[in-house]
């Protein structure tokens, strides 16, 4: 049974930092691995798609990698602002159809 | 291009009541899952759906039920609303079966008294 894990759970930086979200799971059998936005009460908004192929994706600040042999990602956020004040979900896409299973997030807060 | 839509946006309702949830996934788009999400278990999948048929269930009693019809508009039943349902109830589309890209609509915020 795949497990997706996020740590830490919380994370306080001060405007203009950089951020780095971690995320491992455990069945290394993944087609994709996407990262998400949620703000408060509601949905996720997608921001990265990695392919089970790609090592990285990049998308204006963020850039995700993917290492699918030890189980992890990470999504970095360049020059954090206080917009990016959220939690970030990452989610793996496992053999059983579109069924992600989801990690339990971060939850960041950019102070400006 | 529209974004997946979900109807209604809140929702209050009482213990052994049901309730119908409604997505609208992005046009063209034929999957449609649905996940629930709570404070203490996340987010969990509860089924897929691609052309009509049920692909995938989670780990849900059978109180949870869905369809979804030929225009890929799906629809989610709880019925004997229990305290313990009382969450957002997110729904996601995709191209196709085949492991795409996912997006979520905002979300059916239920409340269960």
């Known amino acids: 049974k795949q497990e997706v894990t996020q740590i830490p759970a919380a994370l306080s930086v001060p405007e203009g930092e950089n951020l780095v979200l971690n995320c491992s799971f455990t069945?290394?059998?993944?087609?994709?691995l996407q990262w998400f936005r949620q703000d408060p009460g509601k949905g996720l908004t997608s921001l990265l798609l990695?392919?089970?192929?790609?090592r990285e994706q990049t998308s204006g600040r963020l850039n995700a990698s993917l290492d699918k042999s030890s189980g992890r990602s990470t999504l970095y956020i360049a020059a954090s602002q206080p917009g990016d004040s959220a939690t970030y979900l990452c989610a793996v896409l496992g053999a059983a159809g579109n069924k992600l299973t989801f990690g339990g997030g971060t939850r960041v807060l950019v102070k400006p | 291009k529209a974004g997946v839509t979900q109807t209604p946006r809140y929702l209050i309702k009482t213990r052994g009541q049901q309730v119908t949830l409604s997505c609208s996934p992005i046009?063209?788009?034929?999957?449609v899952s649905w996940y629930q999400q709570t404070p203490g278990q996340g987010l969990q999948f509860l089924f897929e759906?691609?052309?009509?048929?049920?692909?995938n269930k989670g780990n849900f009693p059978g109180r949870f039920s869905g369809r979804q019809f030929s225009n890929s508009r799906s629809e989610m039943n709880v019925s004997t609303l229990e305290l313990g349902d009382s969450a957002l109830y997110l729904c996601a589309s995709s191209l196709n079966a085949a492991n795409n890209e996912q997006f979520f609509g905002p979300g059916t915020r239920l409340t269960v008294l």
């Open positions: 046009s063209g788009h034929r999957s």
């Open positions: 759906y691609f052309s009509e048929t049920q692909r």
């Open positions: 990695i392919q089970s192929s790609q």
């Open positions: 069945d290394s059998a993944i087609y994709n």
